[in-house]
């Protein structure tokens, strides 16, 4: 499938690992997310024929091909993921497409982990924006931009200010599989 760009607004909180933390949960609240809930065949002999038919498999794989059915049946007849962890585990490598995939705050414009949300630097502000406070609309102008300045699964924020106060955050990343 490949990663998916996406992007919030969030209202502004002076806390931001506190306002991050509370976007995260919306977007899983709302469902606003990719769940891998493959279709699978009915039974064992379906889903081998049809791993037959793709030229890759032989008889000898016939074993591991049961029980990666079974495994990936009693995965997807799990209930839908209660929590945020669920969630992750549940999708793993697949990610959710959405904020949910970036678990790690920082503060620290230098910081290049993988799977954080990361502020622009001033020099970075001042670079994209030729200010330090730049406005919603500005934002959603530069917003490709942002985006391009990070690496997949990573996140990046920015204060947004109307009139020198800031009203909101915005967080953009790329993510998924």
């Not at 794989?61 to 549940?90: A, C, F, G, H, M």
């Not at 678990?103 to 290049?112: L, M, Q, V, W």
Request: hydrophobic share 30%; with cysteine; net charge negative.
């Amino acid at each position: 499938m490949g990663a998916s760009a996406w992007e919030y607004f969030t209202p502004y909180q002076a806390d931001h690992e506190k306002a991050f933390r509370d976007l995260r949960q919306k977007v899983f609240d709302s469902g606003d997310y990719l769940l891998d809930t493959p279709t699978l065949p009915s039974s064992e002999e379906e889903y081998i024929e049809q791993a037959y038919s793709l030229g890759i498999y032989t008889d000898q794989d016939e074993e591991r091909l049961r029980v990666l059915y079974r495994k990936l049946k009693e995965q997807y007849s799990k209930p839908r993921p209660e929590t945020i962890e669920e969630l992750i585990e549940w999708n793993a490598e697949s990610g959710t497409h959405a904020i949910i995939d970036v678990s790690s705050f920082t503060d620290d414009p230098d910081c290049n982990d993988l799977f954080t949300a990361i502020p622009l630097s001033q020099a970075q502000l001042l670079e994209l924006f030729e200010t330090t406070k730049p406005t919603h609309q500005v934002i959603l102008e530069k917003r490709s931009a942002i985006l391009r300045l990070r690496r997949r699964s990573q996140a990046t924020y920015v204060i947004v200010y109307e009139d020198d106060d800031p009203t909101e955050i915005f967080f953009t990343g790329f993510s998924g599989d």
